[in-house]
């Protein structure tokens, strides 16, 4: 399975962004998505889990209230909306896919199966 993340950018202190994962190779269904984000100098930090068909989300504490995970099954894409950004959620922003067989939470590097390239997320 393949991922490419598109949406991120510039963004002033308490604005949006909409970070798009696009599927391919395999249907998203057949995987719990996620979203991590790394900082530099800093782990990748697990932010957002759905699990496999959206039958579920959970949060980090850090992001709790202010981004939404979603996945349109028809179009094989996931979607992180972000509202109220902060200076600290400036990061490099992955998705990622879980095979469905293993936990979707809390999340873990190593359960990750794949990852897309990265899109930068930048608050001003």
């Known amino acids: 399975v393949q991922l490419v993340e598109s949406g991120g950018g510039a963004v002033q202190a308490g604005g949006s962004l909409r970070l798009s994962c696009e599927v391919s190779?395999?249907?998203?269904?057949?995987?719990?998505m996620a979203w991590f984000r790394q900082a530099p100098g800093k782990e990748r930090e697990g932010l957002a889990s759905?699990?496999?068909?959206?039958?579920?989300?959970k949060y980090a504490d850090s992001v709790e209230g202010r981004f939404t995970f979603s996945q349109d099954n028809s179009k094989n894409t996931a979607y992180l909306e972000m509202n109220s950004l902060k200076p600290e959620d400036t990061a490099m922003y992955f998705c990622a896919a879980i095979p469905r067989y293993l936990s979707w939470w809390p999340l873990t590097t190593g359960a990750v199966r794949a990852w897309g390239q990265g899109t930068q997320v930048t608050v001003s």
């Open positions: 759905i699990y496999a068909g959206a039958l579920g989300t």
């Open positions: 190779g395999g249907t998203i269904t057949g995987y719990h």
